[in-house]
T-cell receptor
Framework: AQSVTQPDIHITVSEGASLELRCNYSYGATPYLFWYVQSPGQGLQLLLKYFSGDTLVQGIKGFEAEFKRSQSSFNLRKPSVHWSDAAEYFCAVGAPFTGGGNKLTFGTGTQLKVEL | DGGITQSPKYLFRKEGQNVTLSCEQNLNHDAMYWYRQDPGQGLRLIYYSQIVNDFQKGDIAEGYSVSREKKESFPLTVTSAQKNPTAFYLC????????????FGPGTRLTVT
């Protein structure tokens, strides 16, 4: 079965500093990988996705992520963090259900705090 | 305005009562999902539906029920059998094709006392 690990529960960065959020996945086949962001009390918004091709993917709000098959990782990065980036970030892997259809398996999330 | 609507935003119930959470979408998406979110546990899948009149249990279906009578609607009932119903509930949809990406509603926070 697939799984996702986000090793950092909380991360604090200063505004303007660079950011990297870690994500490791376990899945036997080629993974479909996602990063979502959630503001307090809100739903999840898709930041970016990887299906195939170029291993460096660009997303919204200036975020990017790099797929590294050898390390089973899909880390999220941003060169300069803004105070509005404070939120919870979820990594997810997509896989098919046994009985048809497909599902996302989510990590437990990383809470990002931005210091002004 | 296209999207996913969940109502109400906050819901309070007494223990022992069933409660139904609404999820409506006008994205014309076939698949719909219900997740439960608890602090530090990420999102856990309760039920999903790929087409009208069909739905499947997810990882934590006990104490929950759903229906899918219309493509646009996928209500979730939290029954009195659910031992710890207080949580944040998220509805999501997925379009047709191979894509796995899901789109989420704003969520309903249910508090049972």
């Amino acid at each position: 079965a697939q799984s996702v690990t986000q090793p950092d529960i909380h991360i604090t960065v200063s505004e303007g500093a660079s950011l990297e959020l870690r994500c490791n996945y376990s899945y036997g086949a080629t993974p479909y990988l996602f990063w979502y962001v959630q503001s307090p009390g809100q739903g999840l918004q898709l930041l970016l996705k990887y299906f195939s091709g170029d291993t460096l993917v660009q997303g919204i709000k200036g975020f990017e992520a790099e797929f590294k098959r050898s390390q089973s990782s899909f880390n999220l990065r941003k060169p300069s963090v803004h105070w509005s980036d404070a939120a919870e970030y979820f990594c997810a892997v997509g896989a098919p259900f046994t009985g048809g259809g497909n599902k996302l398996t989510f990590g437990t999330g990383t809470q990002l705090k931005v210091e002004l | 305005d296209g999207g996913i609507t969940q109502s109400p935003k906050y819901l309070f119930r007494k223990e022992g009562q069933n409660v139904t959470l609404s999820c409506e979408q006008n994205l014309n998406h076939d698949a719909m999902y219900w997740y439960r979110q608890d602090p530090g546990q990420g999102l856990r899948l309760i039920y999903y539906s790929q087409i009208v009149n069909d739905f499947q249990k997810g990882d934590i279906a006990e104490g929950y029920s759903v229906s899918r009578e219309k493509k646009e609607s996928f209500p979730l009932t939290v029954t009195s059998a659910q031992k710890n119903p207080t949580a944040f509930y998220l509805c999501a949809t997925r379009g047709t094709g191979v894509s796995y990406e899901q789109y989420f509603g704003p969520g309903t926070r249910l508090t049972v006392t």
